[in-house]
């Protein structure tokens, strides 16, 4: 499922990097932030807190992971700021092949199904041949 694009603002908020960070900037951050609210660093209920933003600087980060797996950029803010869905299609060339991924399922699926039919077509036949051989087997032993 994408993301939102208020995920992908949370996310790049939570990183305390900006739109314009590359990624290799927003890994240094991860990595910084990820260090500094460790729970391992933390005593007590602040242990909690760390915890709890250790957990949430992690999952942005794999958010913002797989937006540039796919699309191989830190994502960019849009004229309109809403909540829509991202639509990887609108941001580049490359994005058109990461939008069509449910096709390529599709097809994927349609062709495994085509493939089983014929080899359960080919199953038979030789089933049906394997039967009729018997029959005749048996005729000749036993002639009705």
């Known amino acids: 499922?994408?993301?939102s694009r208020a995920e992908l603002d949370r996310s790049l908020e939570?990183?305390?990097?900006?739109?314009n960070s590359s990624w290799d900037d927003v890994q240094?951050?991860?990595?910084?932030l990820v260090q500094q609210w460790h729970p391992d660093r933390h005593q007590g209920d602040s242990s909690r807190d760390a915890h709890a933003r250790f957990i949430e600087i992690t999952?942005?980060?794999?958010?913002?992971?797989?937006?540039?797996?796919?699309?191989?950029?830190?994502p960019r803010?849009?004229?309109?700021?809403?909540?829509?869905?991202?639509?990887?299609?609108s941001t580049g060339s490359e994005?058109?092949?990461?939008?069509?991924s449910w096709l390529h399922l599709l097809i994927?699926?349609?062709?495994?199904?085509?493939?089983?039919a014929v080899v359960l077509w080919q199953l038979d036949n030789r089933l049906i041949q394997n039967n009729r051989e018997k029959a005749h087997e048996v005729s000749i032993i036993w002639p009705l």
Do not use: C, D, W
């Not at 939570?14 to 739109?19: A, C, D, G, H, K």
């Not at 992971?65 to 830190?74: A, I, P, R, T, W």
């Not at 994927?108 to 089983?116: A, G, H, K, Q």
């Open 1 to 3: 499922m994408p993301a």
């Open 14 to 19: 939570l990183l305390q990097v900006s739109e």
């Open 28 to 32: 240094k951050e991860y990595r910084q």
């Open 59 to 74: 999952s942005a980060y794999k958010l913002l992971s797989e937006y540039h797996k796919h699309l191989g950029s830190v």
């Open 77 to 89: 803010h849009s004229s309109s700021k809403s909540n829509q869905t991202l639509n990887p299609a």
């Open 95 to 100: 994005a058109s092949t990461f939008n069509l």
């Open 108 to 116: 994927i699926s349609l062709s495994t199904l085509m493939l089983v």
